[in-house]
């Protein structure tokens, strides 16, 4: 992100998701005042344990926020992207299923996700005082309302 950013013109400023709650409450808070800015969540371990928090803290600072599951959004966060998470868990049983048959773990091949979800929350982007462009709303795999 860090090197597209810059031929865009955009700075970027990571957060670590490992640091203490009140350090991403300062920096969340840094960076909704900062003006005209917006937080793009990665995916870890670390973020889907503290979702709740992130999705408050980004509400509360009215900081449109991208996460990257679908259930975040459901949880009131403004929108998603990300890999299908029910596709990957299909796709590890097929792994699961063909080293009970015999083949060596290592000599499968690392899989990137295949499958893509957007999802988008109305009420959330209405707080924000956002309008979602039709063309958006019509390639989302799933719109709350």
Do not use: W
């Not at 969340?28 to 709740?52: D, K």
């Not at 999705?55 to 009215?62: A, D, G, P, R």
């Amino acid at each position: 992100m860090q090197a597209v950013s810059q031929s865009l013109g955009v700075d970027v400023s990571p957060i670590d998701s490992r640091r203490d709650p009140e350090e991403i409450e300062r920096a969340i808070r840094t960076l909704a005042h900062s003006g005209n800015a917006g937080l793009v969540v990665t995916p870890s371990g670390a973020v889907s344990v503290q979702r709740e928090m992130l999705v408050e803290l980004t509400s509360q600072n009215k900081l449109p926020t991208v996460y990257p599951f679908s259930y975040m959004v459901t949880g009131g966060g403004l929108m998603s992207l990300g890999p299908n998470l029910v596709d990957q868990c299909r796709r590890a049983a097929d792994y699961v299923d063909r080293i009970l048959k015999g083949e060596r773990p290592g000599e499968l091949p690392v899989q990137a996700p295949t499958k893509y979800e957007m999802a988008i929350n109305l009420k959330t982007a209405k707080a924000l005082g956002l309008a979602v462009p039709p063309g958006l709303l019509a390639i989302a795999d799933e719109v709350v309302e």
